[in-house]
């Protein structure tokens, strides 16, 4: 935490739920209105997940997006993928291409119980006012799981 950041912002915002514990969306749809968080001042953000497959193959896909923009800033509702860059090969005389994508990320359980793992640290740098994690069934589509993310900011 930054110095001077007011106590009630650390002890209010520092872990926030980025996702109550519900089954996905059904057919593998992302989550229609994700939640989003403040994490205005914010360096860092880990995700705590819970994953629970409802069916053989079960997988949970997620994307972070970020806003620039405070909620109340009506001038523009502007979401940003986390992105994922490939570098391009160096070769002596000539240019290197490197490629980027915007990035989503799939876990595929290993089990029917309950299952969880931390992603992260997300580097947010004190840029970022918003943040939201949508979520999706991307193994049995057929059978949405259960996932539960908790967002701890530092």
Known sequence: MRPNTPALFASDLRIQE?????????AGAFDASPTELVCA??????????????????AVTFKVEVSPRTADDA????WYQAGILAGGAVAAGS?????????????????????????????????????????AESGAVGTPGTVQITAVFA
């Not at 980025?18 to 059904?26: D, F, G, H, V």
């Not at 705590?48 to 053989?56: Q, S």
């Not at 989503?104 to 309950?114: K, L, P």
């Open 41 to 58: 001042d914010m360096e860092f953000v880990l995700l705590y997940i819970t994953y629970t497959r409802a069916g053989a193959g079960g």
């Open 95 to 135: 240019d290197t291409t490197s490629a980027i994508q915007r990035e989503e990320v799939e876990y595929q359980a290993t089990g029917a119980g309950a299952e969880t793992f931390v992603y992260g640290p997300v580097e947010l740098r004190s840029t970022v006012e918003r943040l939201r994690i949508p979520c």
């Open 18 to 26: 980025a996702r109550a514990s519900a089954a996905l969306p059904a």
């Open 75 to 78: 001038t523009l509702e502007d």
